[in-house]
């Protein structure tokens, strides 16, 4: 299942740049992926949790190193079958799903309590003068206008308001999303001109859950006449995070879907998460490099923060991020039309979550809140007959070290692989304790060593000599140059020929010299186009060029000499102005070709000096002593 699963984790297939059969193919493996994997889930549980008896208790179970307290959906037919302690927070939801209170440890499980303190239950209601909804917790009060958009996000200890002032939060905006070349890869800079709120609303926004532990506004908002979008925003009991649950049905041609939150946040950078950590991005475009970022990627959460404030912006699936001055965007939907004409068409669902925050992103808890958003508590049975109601496999002493996978190792028989990382950036020691029988740990760290949990950069020598110029140069290669060289040469060469066939069959001109002229012009530039069309290494073709060169050189010179005396002599005749501007022409082509041929004689002169210029004469290659303490030093890390 794992192969299968990697196979579809190729780079073309997994953002959707594919054609369309490749598309019909990933769907069906995922499919019969999603399929084994909930299947082998359900057997692992039961077997990590005790066979399953005939009588039963209801429980949650926790894939994360730290503890956990939040709201546990429970699925409407698993509901059903149990009976949940009249005790213990619940909720029932309009499609039949339960929530319910849930206190889980570090990797474990627990069974559903009554929680030790008391909850503050969350409420909503309609402002009539604002025209608006008013979703709040105890901990963040969220101001909703008629399309969904939030007017007003505040923290009620501080009164810290995270939107910026007469602006709207979650506000879909729609970008043409036309690239120069590659309609599925690339994004351009100048999509960001084209941008287009969306300020329709087909249904109003209005109340489909009210508490206790969860709050719940609907909107539905029309893209065009084949797109929309049904967004739930819901706020639940105990969290800092407003959640955006969305549902598009999505139809576009070469359109660009984002939203985007205009915060009450001053910073230069904005952070993001990758993979076993988190990078800094300007939020400015001061420089090329800077305005060429306008498009970032992140995994699960991106930060903007000031001293001692900041709100971060997380999600479930999507990874294009863009932050300019105060205004984060999260890419959603793209809709291009090549390879595959009918790419990411139909129906949509992810979750964005906004978060303000006190302090530091890190000290905030925004990378475990992104992890529990991706990975909840999942409900299941428990032996009623079990001795312990909880009980956790692993737990992490260090909050900023996050355990992050735990797995059956592959070599060695009744063994587990844990991978840990340092997640806030920096170093730090852990203590990992486990209830399993554990008998010997190793470390399987390669070349780095490891100290403390925290990899210790390792030092190895890297000796980098000086290049050699005992190898000769190839004296041209096709460039750019060259080649326009070569094209003025001929060129030049076509116009003197046209010239002097006009000079001699329509006003029968005894000046013969733009037709040799243009005779000798294309002789040079076939010489060039052969020259860049072939390693011309070699003295033979080295010396050809300089002797082209040299003679348009000549030519040049003698034809401007020729060009003026007839000028001048046409000049003193009472002929029409057709030959003077004729011999104009010619007189402008001659100091073209001796410009043209001065430089083309220099580069052959140049080239020609490389090839015939004996090895003595070249710089030595310089001896560098590899056992010397001198020698290039690289720091190389490897984690």
Known sequence: MWRLFLLNQFHDVLPGSCIKAVVEDAVQYYQEIQ???????????????????????????????????ELL???????????????????ELENGTVLVCASCPSMGYAALEAPEADLWPVS??????????VLENGYISASIDYMGRVTSLGLLETGREAIAPGCLGNQFVLFDDIPLYWDAWDV?????????????????????????LRAAVQVQIPISDVSSIRQTITLDTGSMELRFHTQVEWHENRKFLKVEFPLHVRTTEAT??????HLRRPTHQNTSWDWARYEVCGHKWADLSEYNFGVALMNDCKYGHCAQGNVIR??????????????????????????????????????????SLNQPLLPAQLPADTDSRSHSFFTVSNPA????????AEDVDNAIVLRLYESCGGHGTTTVSSTLP?????????????????????????????????????????????????GLHVGLGLLELVVGIVELKLYELSDATPIWGGVIELSVGGVWIFATCRDCGDKPKAICLLVASNVALVLGVVQVSLSAQVTACVSSLERNTAEDALQVINLILAVFIIITSYISSNVASASVARVLMPEEALVPRRNVDESSPNATTALMMTS
């Open 35 to 69: 399929t084994s994997g909930c299947k082998l889930l359900g057997e692992a549980t039961e077997r990590l949790l005790g066979a399953k008896p005939s009588a039963s208790i209801l429980g949650a179970v926790n894939t994360l190193s730290w503890d956990r307290e």
């Open 272 to 277: 993001y998460e990758t993979a076993f950590g």
């Open 401 to 408: 070290v996050i355990l992050e996978t735990v797995k059956k």
């Open 188 to 212: 351009m800079d100048y999509h960001l001109e084209t941008r287009k709120p969306l300020t329709d609303v087909s249904q109003q926004v209005h109340i489909v859950e009210s508490g206790p």
């Open 73 to 91: 959906e429970i699925p409407a037919g698993l509901a059903s079958k149990m009976v949940i302690d009249s005790s213990v927070p619940q909720q």
């Open 330 to 371: 999260l890419s959603l939907l793209k809709s291009p039309k090549a390879p595959d004409s009918e790419a990411d068409m139909g129906h949509h669902s992810f979750t964005y979550v906004i978060m303000p925050h006190m302090g530091t992103f890190q000290d905030a808890g925004v990378i475990q809140a992104a992890y």
């Open 438 to 486: 554990i008998t010997r740990v190793d470390r399987h760290l390669g070349t780095p060593r490891c100290a403390y949990g925290a990899f210790r950069p390792h030092l190895c020598q890297v000796f980098m000599p000086r290049p050699s110029f005992r190898q000769k140069p190839d004296m041209c290669r096709p460039t750019e140059f060259i080649n326009l060289l070569a």
């Open 124 to 133: 909503v209601s309609v402002d009539e003068h604002q025209g608006s909804v």
